[in-house]
């Protein structure tokens, strides 16, 4: 079974742009998750979607936004980027069940000049 | 609400020495606990996992055992080698908060040859 995949894996943005993020689950999962990954902050949770709706939700700005299509493939958009915004996004995806593990993609490395 | 604690880094082994490191938790329910670890340059790789107290998780010659008394989760490995070089994540999933998954900051283990 083929594993989560992000593209693109790099991105280089400036100030003020805005960026869109992918992240295609396993196969059969249905529930997709993102994750901020940065050193000052460590692994901080964005939002999670099943079955095209959101579910969850973490303390991000509005700026940062998501989505799920019907094939339970996942976007994130962030808008208006800051240089704060630099960091690893990285997604992970499961069944959709309560405790069940989430397996993570590579991640997509964003940098803000 | 939920957090998890783990001990700092960096870590620096030598090959075939014993590694633990430590990983305490907060929670208002019962959580599954889980270890995640991050080779340089990729995304998060579910190591070992545990649901429920006295279980013990282990892969790869990792081993952790939930201890509900001390509300720990501590990760060992026996005899390290230097493809064990990593960052190490605990973390936690739990229904009070949602199943989201609670990260602790990551320990780095650097194992010399």
């Known amino acids: 079974k083929a594993g989560v995949t992000q593209t693109p894996r790099y991105l280089i943005k400036t100030r003020g742009q805005q960026v869109t993020l992918s992240c295609s689950p396993i196969s059969g999962h249905r529930s997709v998750s993102w994750y901020q990954q940065t050193p000052g902050q460590g692994l901080q949770f964005l939002f999670e979607?099943?079955?095209?709706?959101?579910?969850n939700k973490g303390n991000f700005p509005g700026r940062f936004s998501g989505r799920q299509f019907s094939n339970s493939r996942s976007e994130m958009n962030v808008s208006t980027l800051e240089l704060g915004d630099s960091a690893l996004y990285l997604c992970a995806s499961s069944m959709g069940q309560p405790q069940e593990t989430q397996y993570f993609g590579p991640g997509t490395r964003l940098l803000v000049l | 609400g939920n957090s998890v604690t783990q001990m700092e880094g960096p870590v620096t082994l030598s090959e075939e020495a014993f590694l633990t490191i430590n990983c305490t938790y907060t929670a208002t329910g019962y959580p599954s606990l889980f270890w995640y670890v991050q080779y340089p340059g990729e995304g998060l790789q579910l190591l070992l996992k545990?649901?429920?107290?006295?279980d013990k998780g282990s892969n790869k010659g990792f081993e952790a055992t939930y201890r509900k008394e001390t509300t720990s989760f501590h990760l060992e490995k026996g005899s390290v080698q230097v493809s064990d070089s990593a960052v190490y994540f605990c973390?936690?999933?739990?229904?009070?908060?949602?199943?989201?998954?609670?990260f602790g900051a990551g320990t780095t283990v650097t194992v010399r040859a």
């Open positions: 973390a936690l999933s739990d229904s009070s908060n949602d199943y989201k998954l609670s």
């Open positions: 545990a649901t429920k107290a006295d």
């Open positions: 979607y099943f079955s095209e709706t959101q579910r």
